[in-house]
């Protein structure tokens, strides 16, 4: 299935590799991203670093030669103090991300975004700052400096984007709220997220409102509006970090899609606002995000044919 091509703005649609079967070998690899990437419609993926890419230990150089000629581009993902231990330490969690950016620019490839898993849920806002100081450093001394930089802190470079996931430093929209207005106006300014809202639906146990929330909704989506360059949009309910597969027309839960649609909508305007390109993941996964039959224990759904269409619609909506 391929997804066809976006005929008005740019849009880049990434596939995560999580819960996709990958080869363990470095020769498969070529041919695996034409025919499950770019062959369907991606124009790059996303995975773990340094994840999937055990097989290229030896031999680095060789992975960037692979993604050159499968024609695909990468967004990393790193997680502070990693799963599914992680400290409430801001200067331990400072230290893993820069590790783990010191991992990445040893595999000599340039991804498009560093996709962060950043601190911890139980952080205080005073501590989250001193964290995204940190961080801003280290991207400037490692991420910045690799060979594949175009110029140290290029604009044009790769980035970090903190994205809003349970668990972590922005678990909700409070919590981003409360950072932002403590944030001094040069790390405002820098900072760039990752917008995965199915999060927020989840912790809310609700699909937020301007009316009914109107102490913190809409300020929480002119910040997305205004710092994201990068989306993982996965559709949900208010008690479901994902769906089993999309509703047909006539069901109610159209509605809570449509509602995602227009937040991820609004995110992208700003996107194309700013003159950010335009990165969007259709990022659904295998249990215990998948859900599952209560009695066998089976995955409920085709993931491969749920992470398709929920790029087609993608590709069509934004």
Known sequence: MSLGKHSGKSLKLFRTLWGVPF???????????????????????????????FSFASDPSALKLVLQES?????????????PVMTSSWTEHAASLRQKLEEIVALGVSPEVVNVHAGKDSMSTGD????????????????????????????????????????????SPFQVLDVYKQLPEADRAWLKLNADLSHFVVSLERFPTAELDAEFWPHTLRILEDHCVYIHARACSAQAIQIAAFPNASADANDDAKVMVSWW????????RRNVEVRVCPEYGPPPYQPVDAVTGQPIGDLDALVLEGARRLRAQL
């Open 23 to 53: 080869p363990d070998k470095s020769t498969q690899w070529t041919s695996f991203l034409k025919s499950e990437v770019i062959d369907k419609g991606f124009e790059g993926i996303e995975c773990c670093s340094p994840g999937p890419f």
């Open 128 to 171: 989250i700052v001193e964290f995204l100081k940190a961080a801003r450093k280290s991207e400037s001394e490692v991420l910045h400096q690799a060979a594949f930089s175009p110029q140290p802190s290029s604009s044009s470079g790769p980035c970090l984007a903190f994205e809003t996931h349970r668990q972590r430093l922005f678990h």
């Open 265 to 272: 909508k609004r995110i992208v305007e700003g996107m194309r």
């Open 71 to 83: 024609n695909c581009k990468i967004i990393f993902q790193a997680h502070t103090t990693d799963y």
